[in-house]
């Protein structure tokens, strides 16, 4: 049996069995909770919205409807409706947590201290340029880099062609190289 096939039983039986729901929930929660922390880069309002997403989703699980793309993409959906409403309400720009970067190639532990600042310091200054992007482009680089989806699901979860998405993704990084070579 395919993946898509279990998905789409699961989803089934989530429409009137709360433990089914409960492992749907299982399989996505730590990719939302991600998706949103990177986006607000705040790990305590991350859980609250990422709950949020949850019961938005098991509120409306019975009006879901397979359409073709994975049911992620309705979860990232949802995630990206309440993050907006999220800087909406606060009405302030919210920065990328520094405290998890991807694709470390050694341990922090075994690098001398210099080059432990060093490379804190070139980390700091790309954070700096990506929260200076707009939410689009800061969606794409977390999409992409921290979740690693394809541009396909990237542009199922941001409602564009993947086409589009390269467009955008080829655009983003001539932006911030443009960026760096300001500095």
């Known amino acids: 049996m395919s993946s898509t096939k279990d998905e789409k039983d699961l989803i089934d039986a989530a429409k009137t069995d709360p433990k089914a729901f409960g492992s749907l929930y299982r399989r996505y929660v730590d990719r939302i909770f991600n998706y949103i922390y990177y986006r607000i880069g705040n790990a305590r309002d991350a859980e609250d919205l990422t709950g949020k997403v949850f019961f938005k989703a098991m509120d409306n699980i019975k009006g879901y409807k397979h359409m073709g793309l994975p049911f992620s993409a309705w979860l990232y959906r949802i995630a990206h409706n309440l993050v907006a409403n999220h800087y909406r309400d606060r ?19 075994e690098l ?13 200054e790309l954070l700096t340029m990506i929260r200076d992007l707009a939410p689009n482009r800061q969606e794409l680089l977390i999409l992409k880099f921290v979740d690693q989806l394809s541009n396909k699901e990237i542009g199922q979860i941001m409602r564009k062609s993947e086409g589009a998405i390269k467009s955008l993704y080829h655009r983003t990084l001539i932006e911030l190289r443009e960026k760096m070579n300001l500095d």
Do not use: H, N
């Not at 009405?91 to 520094?98: G, M, P, R, V, Y």
């Not at 001398?112 to 070139?122: I, M």
């Open 91 to 109: 009405a302030k720009k919210q920065e990328i947590s520094l405290d998890i970067i991807p694709g470390q190639v050694l341990p922090q532990s």
């Open 112 to 124: 001398l201290p210099e080059v432990r600042l060093a490379q804190s310091q070139e980390v700091d």
